[in-house]
């Protein structure tokens, strides 16, 4: 039985639509945790001084949002693990770097067979349009 899997992906969450024979579908959420706006502790100014350098604390929290970006990732690699296709759809440029870490990764890189621009839709239309792309 082959296992084809339609992800929907944005910043904030992934949705796994998995197809089985008949038609069937199955759905899971995978909230991503990254936050996109945040205050460090402590930040009081642009700059913080220490002695006669000044630090910002940008870097910061760009190293803390590569961190849950890369987690989120990894987490969706486990999910498609034992599938046979994958393809990747949504709005953000979060499909086109979890599709560079799936073409990085042999192991999973022949199962990526495209990665498709979508707009916020419902999970209907997500599960019609994953049906519609393997059954055309």
């Known amino acids: 039985m082959k296992k084809n899997i339609g992800i929907w992906i944005d910043t904030k969450q992934a949705i796994i639509i998995k197809l089985s024979q008949n038609n069937h579908h199955s759905i899971k959420k995978i909230e991503s945790n990254i936050e996109t706006r945040e205050r460090v502790e402590g930040e009081t100014k642009k700059y913080g001084r220490f002695g006669g350098q000044y630090t910002t604390y940008e870097k910061n929290r760009l190293n803390k949002k590569n961190e849950q970006i890369n987690h989120f990732l990894k987490e969706l690699l486990k999910e498609i693990e034992n599938c046979d ?52």
């Open 85 to 136: 296709a994958v393809v990747i759809f949504g709005p953000s440029k979060m499909k086109k770097l979890f599709a560079k870490e799936i073409r990085n990764n042999m192991q999973f890189s022949k199962k990526l067979l495209g990665v498709h621009n979508s707009e916020l839709i419902t999970e209907n239309q997500m599960v019609a349009w994953v049906n519609e792309y393997y059954n055309s």
